[in-house]
């Protein structure tokens, strides 16, 4: 596939490193846009980022006809080969979200060929840094302007990418979570495995809540009962009881994310039982109470592998033992690092190199 080129003439990289980086406050030089209309996909463009302009009454700000992607390029630590980290698993969720919301697909082989020629455009914005990568950020929105709720004829597709640290900085304290148990992320037959950027606006609200209640993060429940554990705000959650680990199934409510599948099969690899059910908040706080609720931590492409501390349901903690040096999400951690970072074995072939 031919993409057309337009590179900048003012890089702001020496300006960017004087910014301390977090998550998605600094961006690159480049940015790659793609329109779809009269049924096909035009041709792609690299240029230089800049405000793009949007059709006041574009379908995708109104009805939220739009959906977006997350991985990372990381900058091998010894070798300084720039990996992206299974590419071609966003590409399949893109793929799955966009039939959710009648966008047009884009084929995979398309969508890898734009952010290899995206990453490596910008290569020099990869952070050396261990634990730092090349956030890629593709999005698909409905650009027609129209007031019919209706699928969009035109759509346009944007991948900007952002230098940035872990989404939660500080990995010295586990992280709190609050169990929501009034306001839901996603109903059964609603849109809660499709990264869309409506399964995100609402989960505002109770998160502001929950943060000014001093917790970082929110655990959704299911949004029947209110009694089983889906996911977290921005990752999706493990558990470690007794000689399991579980996180619960998909279920069709919970985003299937890359990194949860990768621990789960690095998991099955070393001989863990690992697997996924549905776990009750009743059966957690048994765990808690007995001892044998031994791990709680997150997965998630921004948030890495994030442990948990504790869960508060219905005003009651929920708290994995005591952190120790031989932690399975410690351990799920420093591998998948080490094969990012091109460090260890990738007996999976799950990193692909920007050539
Ligand atoms: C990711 O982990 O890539 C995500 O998309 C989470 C993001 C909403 C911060």
Redesign the pocket.
């Known amino acids: 596939m031919e993409i057309d080129r337009k590179l900048t003439t003012a890089s702001n990289l020496v300006a960017a490193k004087d910014q301390e980086l977090g998550f998605g406050n600094v961006f690159s030089d480049h940015m790659l846009v793609r329109d779809w209309a009269d049924g096909e996909w035009g041709r792609a463009m690299i240029t230089p980022r800049e405000p793009i302009p949007v059709e006041p009454s574009a379908l995708g700000i109104h009805y939220g006809q739009s959906v977006f992607e997350?991985l990372k390029a990381y900058r091998g630590s010894q070798d300084g080969v720039i990996r992206l980290f299974r590419p071609d698993r966003n590409a399949a969720r893109l793929k799955a979200s966009s039939e959710r919301l009648c966008i047009p697909t884009l084929p995979a082989e398309e969508f890898l060929e734009c952010i290899q020629q995206l990453v490596a455009t910008d290569s020099t914005w990869v952070p050396k840094e261990r634990e730092h990568a090349l956030y890629v950020r593709p999005m698909v929105f409905a650009s027609e302007g129209h007031l019919s709720v209706r699928p969009a004829q035109c759509y346009k597709l944007v991948i900007t990418t952002a230098p940035v640290a872990p989404?939660f900085s500080s990995r010295s304290r586990a992280l709190r979570l609050k169990a929501e148990s009034r306001f839901t992320r996603a109903a059964s037959g609603g849109t809660g495995s499709a990264k869309t950027s409506g399964n995100?606006a609402p989960t505002l609200w109770p998160m502001a809540s929950a943060a000014a209640e001093g917790f970082d993060q929110i655990l959704w429940l299911d949004a029947q009962e209110h009694t089983f554990a889906e996911e977290a705000g921005?990752?999706n959650i493990f558990f470690r009881i007794g000689d399991e680990v579980v996180t619960p199934e998909l279920s069709g409510t919970i985003l299937p994310g890359v990194t949860r599948e990768s621990a789960l099969k690095l998991l099955e690899d070393w001989g863990v039982n690992a697997g996924t059910r549905r776990i009750s908040m009743e059966e957690l706080a048994r765990a808690s109470e007995d001892g044998s609720l031994l791990e709680i931590f997150g997965a998630?492409?921004?948030?890495v592998i994030a442990s948990v501390a504790s869960i508060s349901y219905l005003g009651k903690e929920i708290s994995a033992a005591p952190p120790s040096s031989g932690s399975l999400a410690e351990r799920l951690r420093e591998e998948l690092l080490g094969i990012q970072y091109g460090e260890r074995q990738d007996p999976h072939n799950w990193t692909h190199v920007v050539g």
């Open positions: 997350g989404y995100y921005q990752m998630g492409t921004a948030a």
